[in-house]
């Protein structure tokens, strides 16, 4: 297992996938895998951060 920050202001893209995991393409060409535990809390920060 790994663990690894991420910095919101740097997602370029999100993608889902059918096992409910989360790609997130960075603004640094890097691919990030979320796991469909994590997707949740990312999307509550993603909200409190992006408002719209």
Not at 40 to 49: E, F, G, H, S
């Amino acid at each position: 297992m790994e663990s690894t920050a991420v910095n919101i202001f740097q997602i370029k893209q999100v993608e889902s996938t059918l096992n409910g995991n989360l790609i997130l393409s960075l603004t640094t060409k890097e691919k990030i895998i979320v796991s469909r535990r994590y997707v949740k809390k990312l999307k509550i920060n993603w909200r409190r951060w992006y408002k719209t």
